[in-house]
């Protein structure tokens, strides 16, 4: 049994800090179970085998040198063999009573009860059984040291004989028959005390308990006219680009990528200050691609070494054509970005690249040959025997041949920013969304880690299916904290790490064992402190787990009908026929009786989703990830909204978990919604589908609004072709059991609620960075005004929902050419109604980083 798999179950136990928190079984420190008990059961263990082995070659041995015989007058063992094997029996013995002692402890893991952890058998039958074996197995040993001056094996063979029987009938069989006859017939009685014991324990491993104690109580009323208007702050947040959705990177990818050989792996949201107002913006990283033009030796590792830059566009905002209304990049100084070279990135190539290299051409940019590298990120390679080295390492010949290598070149490997952390850190998991930022004029990549354990006791294993294939926490774990944030710089590849949770003692033994390896949270730059997020793998199985976990009495958690379900996940494309889509609308909410299960079905769940949200009965907006929760139906058939998760960060620079918990009358869920919005629209959806088109969805988005909710969702369109680039088609919002839609979100709120009027400039501009203008007349009495007759905001926008009706009534005729020319008018409409306010007739051309908060 290799004993270097262990290397770190040995520091742990050697650097042990306390979690100060007993276990309701033993009263053990938990660091007993999570830091000592690991390595313990694996040197015994390893003795255990090692004696085994042992005693078998010596028996092997001895008979071939006669001290064992099988034939003959003799005696079939000598004295001294006796003694030889009876000492190794007996050390067999006492490291088995060891382990048997040691098992007692593992109980509080135990998976055989209602919940994880030492349930009624294992505490009534297993671990009596466990004591009992511990004394046999000592006796055991002392009768086989007693046994070398007796003659023969009798009464050890007797003692083992008695210890087999005692271990399948105390250790096995017993414990069967209790679980089926006492405990089975009145489970919930039998098992409440070590239940409450798992609820209590889950909760403080998984850090639910401080969010479940402050839990908020809301209740949602009729959306009013009168909160519409007072709430344009917390709607002109609402996303209209969805970085999630294909259709968005795709536009991202036809509109913002110079070369070929740039791609974008990902698209996140953040937020920056812009012209002194926080806004969302859609980030994405462009890195060297996988696939390039020529995939030769010297354009692989010499010529395409970097990517280059960062693109922004505005996540609330787009331009007149439905496309992002993209920030100028002008070398990136619009985002403050002065090094915009990115040589390790998120999902780089996994090959080597040679820096500083002599190819005349250099290497190659966005504006193409030129780039020189002047950092020293890579490797030094210039001399011969780094060069072998590295030639050996990498098998390649080119390494040593070429002639393009200086003196001072550098190689640089390892260019995907979670393997580097890997690396350098293994004890962590990592998050599977890391996240360029722009700070102090470089691109820096952030990558959330997470400190875990499997041992913690009474604590229920996380749910990870929810988890994206790419977590590092698809792994079996029952406890987590986010405790470490790594900073990787996209030019020299630079790793900083930082604890974060000073609190997490996992976290506190690792840097015993590494002092120098992190850094304390309050050196985070000022500048990086204004970018951190909630985690999103930390709340797909904080939320996994709140479903049940928020049950905080153990009658409640055995029963399960107050459990809740994570609302089931809206499809990102259009699906299912209106025919269909009406039968599955009058049926959602209705629970079935079809199945009696106590788990959620297996159906995909709500992806969390970032956004600027203000929280109900609050003024100011935090930057939050958010996920709503369902009444639990086994089938999915209650698809009203009940709870809903929002994860921001806190003062102290930690993730804080906020529940809030639906009272009352309970508003439509996402699902159910989705399902409206399919089954009103499938006219419009289906004339798409007719001229070859797609039909993509962006999130659902929950945005409060007074005592009210209202839903948002973005509607993409994707014409026939792979060069085609997708953009926003429709905004639908629900709210009091309605639908408005329009071109963009004022449109659709001013359709659903009438005498609201608000104006959100959210749809102004063109993806090139220019801006729409509006030809204003003069009016009767002198003064200048819209085209068309009307002088007001009011009337203005009176007439776009008129014409919007008009181009609905035209599109349900078949009739496409007037119901172009009615959208096209009605909005002219909405931007001239915005130019009156003073809206968002400019394009904003500098965005700053955030300021440091005091």
């Not at 968005?248 to 110079?258: E, H």
């Not at 304390?520 to 000022?526: I, M, N, T």
């Not at 698809?639 to 978990?657: E, H, I």
Request: proline share 6%; charged share 20%; net charge neutral.
């Amino acid at each position: 049994m290799p004993a270097a798999g262990h290397w770190k179950q040995w520091l742990m136990f050697r650097n042990s800090v306390s979690f100060n928190t007993p276990d309701p079984q033993f009263n053990q420190d938990v660091s007993w179970y999570v830091f000592r008990l690991p390595f313990l059961n694996f040197l015994f263990g390893w003795f255990f085998a090692a004696i085994i082995l042992v005693t078998v070659l010596t028996v092997v041995a001895h008979y071939l040198n006669g001290g064992i015989r099988t034939s003959g007058p003799a005696p079939r063992v000598t004295p001294q063999v006796k003694l030889h094997l009876s000492i190794l029996l007996a050390l067999l013995a006492v490291v088995k009573a060891a382990q048997y002692w040691l098992r007692r402890y593992t109980l509080t893991s135990s998976t055989r009860g209602f919940v994880q952890g030492a349930g009624y058998t294992d505490v009534k039958a297993t671990l009596p059984a466990l004591n009992l074996l511990i004394l046999i197995s000592v006796a055991a040993a002392v009768l086989l040291i007693w046994n070398v001056r007796q003659r023969g094996w009798r009464l050890p063979v007797i003692a083992v004989g008695l210890w087999a029987v005692v271990a399948l009938v105390a250790g096995a069989i017993y414990p069967a028959i209790v679980q089926k006859f006492r405990v089975e017939p009145s489970e919930s009685k039998r098992e409440r005390p070590y239940i409450q014991r798992n609820i209590d324990l889950t909760q403080k491993a998984f850090a639910l308990d401080t969010a479940l104690t402050k839990s908020v109580p809301v209740e949602f009323g009729e959306v009013t006219t009168e909160a519409v208007q007072q709430g344009v702050a917390a709607l002109a947040n609402v996303r209209l680009l969805d970085p999630k959705q294909d259709a968005i990177k795709q536009a991202f990818t036809q509109q913002r990528r110079p070369q070929g050989f740039y791609e974008f792996a990902d698209l996140d949201v953040d937020r920056y200050v812009v012209d002194g107002k926080l806004q969302q913006m859609v980030v994405a990283a462009r890195v060297v691609a996988d696939k390039l033009p020529n995939s030769s030796w010297e354009n692989t590792h010499l010529a395409y070494t970097h990517g280059h830059g960062l693109v922004a566009a505005p996540a609330s905002r787009v331009a007149s054509d439905g496309r992002p209304a993209y920030l100028p990049e002008q070398d990136n100084t619009a985002l403050g970005v002065t090094r915009p070279e990115i040589y390790v990135g998120d999902g780089m190539p996994g090959s080597y690249v040679v820096l500083k290299s002599s190819r005349a051409a250099g290497e190659i940019g966005p504006a193409g040959p030129g780039e020189r590298y002047s950092g020293n990120g890579g490797v030094p390679a210039g001399a011969w025997f780094r060069r072998l080295a590295m030639a050996l390492k990498f098998g390649e010949y080119n390494l040593l041949g070429s002639g393009l290598i200086r003196s001072d070149s550098q190689i640089l490997w390892m260019r995907d920013v979670r393997s580097r952390v890997n690396k350098i850190a293994p004890f962590l998991a990592l998050d599977s969304d890391p996240y360029p930022v722009s700070a102090e004029g470089r691109i820096l990549w952030v990558v959330d880690g997470y400190t875990t354990t499997s041992h913690y006791p009474y604590s229920e294993n996380a749910d990870i299916s929810q988890l994206p294939t790419s977590s590092g926490l698809r792994r079996e774990f029952n406890y987590v904290r986010n405790s470490v944030k790594a900073v990787v710089d996209a030019y020299d590849g630079s790793v900083t790490l930082y604890r974060m949770d000073e609190a997490d003692p996992v976290a506190a033994v690792w840097d015993k064992v590494f002092p120098k390896l992190m850094k304390s949270k309050d050196d985070l730059p000022a500048v990086l402190r204004d970018h951190l997020r909630y985690p999103e793998d930390l709340l797909r199985v904080q939320t996994a787990h709140l479903g049940k976990y928020h049950l905080n009495q153990a009658d409640e958690f055995f029963n399960s009908d107050l459990r809740w379900c994570v609302s089931q996940d809206v499809p990102a494309e259009q699906s299912a026929d209106s025919a269909t889509i009406s039968t599955i609308v009058s049926s959602v909410g209705v629970a079935s009786s079809a199945s009696s299960s106590t788990t959620c079905s297996s159906g995909d769940r709500y992806v969390p989703y970032y956004s600027l949200f203000t929280p109900p009965g609050a003024t100011k907006a935090e930057f939050s990830l958010i996920r709503p929760f369902a009444p639990f139906s086994p089938d999915d058939s209650l698809q009203v909204l009940r709870a809903f998760a929002v994860g921001t960060v806190g003062a102290d620079l930690m993730p804080k978990l906020t529940m809030y918990d639906v009272q009352g009358s309970l508003p439509s869920g996402p699902y159910t919604a989705h399902l409206q919005i399919q089954s009103e629209l499938s006219q419009a959806f289906t004339l798409e589908d007719s001229k070859g088109s797609k039909v993509l969805f962006g999130d659902m988005q929950m945005v409060p609004v007074g005592k009210g909710l209202v839903y948002v969702r973005p509607v993409y369109v994707k014409a026939e072709g792979q060069s085609a680039i997708p953009d926003l088609r429709y905004v639908v919002v629900i709210g009091n059991g309605s639908l408005g839609r329009g071109d963009s979100l004022t449109v659709a709120l001013n359709a659903l609620f009438p005498g609201a009027q608000v104006v959100l400039g959210d749809r102004s501009g063109s993806s090139g960075g220019t801006t729409g203008t509006t030809t204003p007349t003069t009016t009767p009495g002198g003064t200048t005004g819209p085209a068309g007759g009307e002088t007001t905001v009011e009337q203005l926008l009176a007439a776009a929902s008129k014409l919007f009706d008009e181009a609905d009534a035209a599109l349900k005729a078949g009739d496409l050419g007037t119901y172009q020319q009615k959208v096209t008018a009605a909005r002219s409409k909405v931007t001239q109604a915005e130019t009156l306010l003073g809206g968002s007739s400019t394009t904003t051309t500098i965005v700053s980083v955030p300021k440091p908060t005091a």
